[in-house]
Structure formats: C-alpha cells, structure tokens
C-alpha cells in the first residue's frame, strides 16, 4: 500500500526528527529483512544519521559519510520512530535502530507475509543497486514531459498496469492509479501506447494533481510517529457501489486476487461496465 505519498510524508517527517541523531545499536529481528552482509549492519552504530529521504517507493537513512540503509515497505511495511523502546515480542518488527534520547527507529510488517527488506550500502551503490538502478524517472513533484512516449514504448499494455510499472515512472501503485485514471477521464483498459495528446496531457496533469493533493494532506495530517494507518484522502478507489464524487453514477469495480480497480463507468469507460474477472471465473 505505501505509494510513493505516504513514502514520501514518511521520509519527510523521519528526516526532520531524525537529521543529527546518533545511532546507539541495530538489531535485524525480520528473518529474511536485511538483504545484505557486507558492511555488517552494526558497520552504523555510534554514527550520526546524516538525512532521510525517498527514491520512487523505497526510503533511504543515509548514516555517517559513507552507509545508507536503503528499505522497501512493500505492501504492509512502516517505518516509525518511537519513544520507547521495542519490546522484544513486537512480532512486526523487522529491524530496530536506537537512536538517542530513548528513541528507536522501527521498520514493523504487518500481516502475515514477511516481505519488507532492507539493504545496507555504501552511499555511492544506492543508485547502482538493482532496485533503484531499474526505476524511471520519479512520478512527483515534476512527471517526465515525455509521459507519453515512455507509456508508448512499454507496449500495448493497460495504463492501470503500466502507470504502476516502476521501470516506466516510479512511485504510482494501487491506490493512486485509480483516482489518477479517474481524474483524467481515462479507462484502466485504455493501452498505454494509445493515447492521443489531450489524453496524455490529462493524465500528466491528473498525477499532479492527485500526488500534489495526497501530500498537501498528509503534510496537514500526519505527525511523528507515522500511524500504523495512514488517512488516506481518497475518492474512487474502493469506493466502488458509492455515487461518483464528479457526475454520480455508481462506481464500479474489477476485483482481482489481491487488490481492486475502481471507476466511473460514465467518465471512464463510455457507459461500460467492465467484466469482473473474479465473477466471470466463479462462474465457469
Ligand atoms: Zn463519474
């Protein structure tokens, strides 16, 4: 769920508690969570965190002059500065970094799936690594110009799943996609390669418009620690069988294994209600 928003509000707010603070200890509870060896991770204790910030969907702790701790929240993952120190049967915990004044930086997964990771790098690998070497360019404050070809060059693929593909533009995932495409008028079966220049021009305009919106919210709501829920200001996404918030006809719904598509039949899709494929594989 983190996208890049509620990434972004998270670097934001860590960074500002958190710049000049000294690393006491680390410790990486999370099984399967720090991906790396070498530097060890406890190569950041007694060194001082020198900023927090965001690429695409991943958050970096840089530390001292050299280490960054670079970290994915996946679907279920927080990143969260407490004052208090973790108990050690906190389950959710996947790596725990004490910094001073009593506080303690904690990645915590919820839900069953263990999938939240952490590398710890040298400063100057964070942009040769694998994860961040692959994304394209970021999706907000300032959307590539060339969207459209970008879109283009990835195929004859749905903009619902290409807008979430990182390597195309980074930061946009299941949430946001929805109100971007509803925003922009523009079905989630449309193909990425078939857009005519107004088309492409609304649906630049409509990830700035949706990101900037989401952040100006957050940046008036969100506070240390991050809650375990972010306060999502959203207007289509699962909201499906509520009236649309801009011509009220009922919203409808795709549903797949994990996740839901959301939109307006009369804005999106020319009146069509879309087949549902989990419907449609009930019934075979
Ligand atoms: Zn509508």
Redesign the pocket.
């Known amino acids: 769920m983190p996208e890049l928003p509620e990434v972004e509000i998270t670097a934001e707010r860590l960074d500002e508690a958190l710049r000049g603070a000294t690393i006491e200890s680390s410790l990486a509870p999370g099984i399967n969570a720090l991906k790396t060896f070498d530097p060890p991770l406890h190569a950041i204790d007694g060194q001082t965190i020198s900023g927090v910030r965001r690429i695409g969907k991943h958050l970096v702790v840089d530390v001292g002059d050299d280490l960054s701790l670079l970290i994915h929240l996946m679907s279920a993952g927080r990143l969260q500065l407490f004052d208090k120190r973790a108990s050690l049967k906190d389950r959710t915990s996947r790596l725990l970094v004490r910094v001073d004044h009593d506080r303690e930086l904690r990645l915590r997964e919820f839900g069953t799936k263990q999938r939240a990771w952490v590398k710890l790098l040298r400063r100057e690998d964070v942009e040769r690594d694998d994860a961040v070497a692959s994304l394209g360019p970021e999706a907000w404050p300032d959307p590539p110009e060339d969207l459209a070809e970008r879109l283009a060059g990835a195929g004859a693929r749905p903009l619902h799943g290409v807008l979430r593909d990182q390597k195309v533009i980074a930061g946009i995932g299941r949430s946001w996609v929805d109100e971007i495409l509803w925003t922009a008028r523009l079905s989630p079966f449309q193909r990425g390669n078939d857009l005519d220049a107004d088309q492409a021009k609304a649906l630049r305009e409509a990830i700035i418009e949706v990101l900037g919106r989401a952040m100006a919210h957050y940046e008036e709501n969100v506070h240390l620690p991050i809650p375990d829920k972010l306060p999502l200001p959203l207007l289509v996404h699962r909201k499906q069988g509520e009236p649309?918030p801009?011509?009220?006809?009922t919203l409808e719904a795709v549903f797949y294994e994990d996740y839901v598509m959301t939109y307006?039949p009369?804005?999106q899709t020319g009146g069509k209600v879309l087949k549902d494929r989990r419907l449609s594989r009930l019934l075979k």
């Open positions: 649309c801009r011509c009220g006809t307006c009369t804005d």
